[in-house]
Nanobody
Framework: QVQLVESGGGLVQAGGSLRLSCSAS????????MGWYRQAPGKQRELVAR???????YYVDSVKGRFTISRDNAKNTVYLQMNSLKTDDTGVYYC?????????????WGQGTQVTVFT
């Protein structure tokens, strides 16, 4: 069973930075797609950043140039570096991995980590 645990959220002043981490445990043979989503109060969950195993990256327009998604294969950890944070970046951030595990493909979510940006 694959489990994801996010960390790194918190309270930050506008213009500041945070780095979110998503640590994956369990048997993972390969990560096909990794992504970060967020859900702001009263809004639907949206895809913020995604990276595929073949090197394709996607960022929602509102975070381009400010956020970077990356991974540490040795640690099975995915990161979201967030710079120049804005109040609109406030929300619960969720990690999502599409992986090959124990002979099958699975889609997994973390529990979410709160990011609050204040002025």
């Amino acid at each position: 069973q694959v489990q994801l645990v996010e960390s790194g959220g918190g309270l930050v002043q506008a213009g500041g930075s945070l780095r979110l981490s998503c640590s994956a445990s369990g048997t993972i043979y390969s990560i096909i797609t990794m992504g970060w989503y967020r859900q702001a109060p009263g809004k639907q969950r949206e895809l913020v950043a995604r990276a595929t195993s073949d090197g394709n990256f996607y960022y929602v327009d509102s975070v381009k140039g400010r956020f970077t998604i990356s991974r540490d294969n040795a640690k099975n950890t995915v990161y979201l570096q967030m710079n120049s944070l804005k109040t609109d970046d406030t929300g619960v951030y969720y990690c999502n991995l599409d992986v090959i595990t124990l002979g099958r493909r699975g889609d997994y979510w973390g529990q979410g980590t709160q990011v609050t940006v204040f002025t």
